[in-house]
């Protein structure tokens, strides 16, 4: 979890810094309500949003929710003294952000949780940051000193090594297919590179040598690819008596194609569940194929907690898990069609994509 809070980030061209331009004073807002009891009851035909935001609609984190650890909690003068991050010096602040948020999910983010949660307080001035970030801290809040003038900025300029070296012909997008390493595309840090992201670095098995053979312009490839879906995940079935469908909006049990390990799926832990977009989706949404091309990739996706074991019956032994199910502690809220759509398992020591 990320909390970036009371910072302006700005993209500069890398091969001209160029003059700052000065920061509009801040106004902090009035009366801001952010909570569920100020959300709009869902409307009829539209998807329900009521619960989108920081945890469902609760406030914002204080004090209160912080960590006592002062190991967890990273200030200004911290970052100074023990990361060198220091504002307005001109020097590239990157390894030292990335060292603190490095120390935060080490030490702090196994013992964390959503009322123990760790920070680190960004300095006020500007901030020189060359490479992206990662951020995969659990329960980490990065707070800046402000938006307008006196406040945090972090002007982000990629280097040679972030930079998109691989563009489409018309120079107007980066080509994620011909950006590629080994058995690596672009396509897998869709929607691509930036100044934070929030996600696992975590590498799956099959690639260690080739994450090891990368130059560094590619290894972001690999990272976070302990958690994706041909590699953790398991394809999905049809139900009895609807299998159209493996699950219906409402249901609480998902059905799991034949082939596939559940030796990593544990009652309790992070299943990422997902449906690929479909023309129905589509027309729900008034968008029709003579509107452009419709893309099937996957929209809809849900974090769920299996709540027990995988269930099996028509005579199967629980040895026998090759047409398991899995029960979830919530209801699916949209149908899932059977076939590529797959439930994946996030680690439970990388957070998911």
């Not at 900025?153 to 297919?177: H, N």
């Not at 670095?201 to 130059?215: F, K, Q």
């Not at 493996?246 to 059905?255: C, F, K, L, P």
Request: glycine letters at 12%; hydrophobic letters at 35%.
């Amino acid at each position: 979890m990320l909390l970036a809070t009371g910072a302006a980030i700005g993209v500069a061209d890398a091969r001209s810094a160029g003059p700052r331009p000065a920061l509009p004073a801040a106004v902090p807002p009035a009366g801001l309500d952010l909570s569920q009891a100020n959300r709009r009851t869902p409307a009829p035909g539209l998807y329900d949003w009521s619960r989108a935001g920081y945890r469902g609609g609760a406030g914002l984190p204080g004090a209160a929710q912080t960590t006592p650890d002062a190991a967890c909690r990273i200030t200004a003068a911290e970052l100074a003294d023990r990361y060198g991050v220091r504002p307005g010096d001109g020097a590239d602040d990157s390894a030292g952000l990335q060292s603190a948020i490095d120390h935060i999910r080490t030490t702090c983010s196994p013992g964390a949780s959503p009322t123990r949660l760790s920070l680190i307080t960004l300095p006020a001035g500007v901030l020189d940051v060359s490479r992206q970030l990662s951020v995969d801290a659990d329960h980490l809040i990065l707070r800046g000193a402000g938006s307008g003038t006196g406040g945090t900025r972090i002007v982000f300029r990629p280097d040679a090594d972030t930079r998109y070296d691989a563009l489409t012909p018309d120079g107007s997008d980066w080509d994620e297919d011909g950006m590629t390493s080994g058995s690596a595309k672009g396509g897998w840090i869709w929607p691509g590179r930036g100044l934070f992201r929030v996600q696992s670095r975590g590498v799956h098995t099959s690639y260690a040598s080739e994450y090891a053979a990368a130059p560094a312009n590619r290894k972001d490839l690999f990272e976070g690819t302990v958690n994706v879906h041909w590699k953790s995940g398991l394809k999905l079935r049809g139900k009895a008596g609807d299998t159209a469908f493996a699950a219906r909006t409402g249901d609480t049990v998902v059905h799991l194609a034949a082939a596939g390990s559940l030796t990593h799926f544990t009652v309790g832990g992070l299943v990422n569940i997902r449906a690929a977009n479909s023309l129905a989706f589509y027309a729900q949404q008034d968008i029709r194929p003579g509107d452009g091309p419709l893309q099937n990739i996957h929209m809809r996706q849900q974090i769920r907690r299996p709540d027990r074991r995988p269930a099996v019956g028509g005579g199967e032994t629980c040895a026998d898990r090759r047409r398991a199910s899995r029960a979830w502690s919530r209801q699916a809220c949209w149908p899932c069609p059977p076939g590529p759509r797959r439930p994946s398992r996030p680690s439970p020591r990388h957070p998911p994509r």
